[in-house]
């Protein structure tokens, strides 16, 4: 079964940096589709950033230029790197895995990681 388990959490003030990190079972990097989503109170939960292939990553627009994903296969990691934060940035975020070839809808991935808080406030 797909185990996925994030750190890196934390409160940081605007402008600074955060690296979120996403612990996999083995050989999930390989075979599943990997993406970080996140979800700010009474807001729906939205994917951040999305790998869908080898060759294929996507980003929302909010985060471009910001945020950068990276996968460790020899240690069955993942990780986001998150520069100058904002306090819209602030939410819980969450580690997904679904099918090779998934976009960046939450109803395409089918597993997830409990989740880290990040909050971003002076």
């Known amino acids: 079964q797909v185990q996925l388990v994030e750190s890196g959490g934390g409160l940081v003030q605007p402008g600074g940096s955060l690296r979120l990190s996403c612990a996999a079972s083995?050989?999930?990097?390989?075979?599943?589709?990997i993406g970080w989503f996140r979800q700010a109170p009474g807001k729906e939960r939205e994917g951040v950033v999305c790998?869908?292939?080898?060759?294929?990553?996507w980003y929302a627009e909010s985060v471009k230029g910001r945020f950068t994903i990276s996968r460790d296969y020899a240690k069955n990691t993942v990780s986001l790197q998150m520069n100058s934060l904002k306090p819209e940035d602030t939410a819980v975020y969450y580690c997904?895995?679904?099918?090779?070839?998934?976009?960046?809808?939450?109803?395409?991935?089918?597993?997830w990681g409990q989740g880290t808080q990040v909050t971003v406030s002076s």
């Open positions: 997904a895995a679904g099918a090779l070839g998934s976009g960046s809808r939450r109803e395409e991935y089918d597993y």
């Open positions: 083995i050989f999930t990097l390989d075979y599943y589709a």
């Open positions: 790998v869908s292939s080898s060759d294929i990553t």
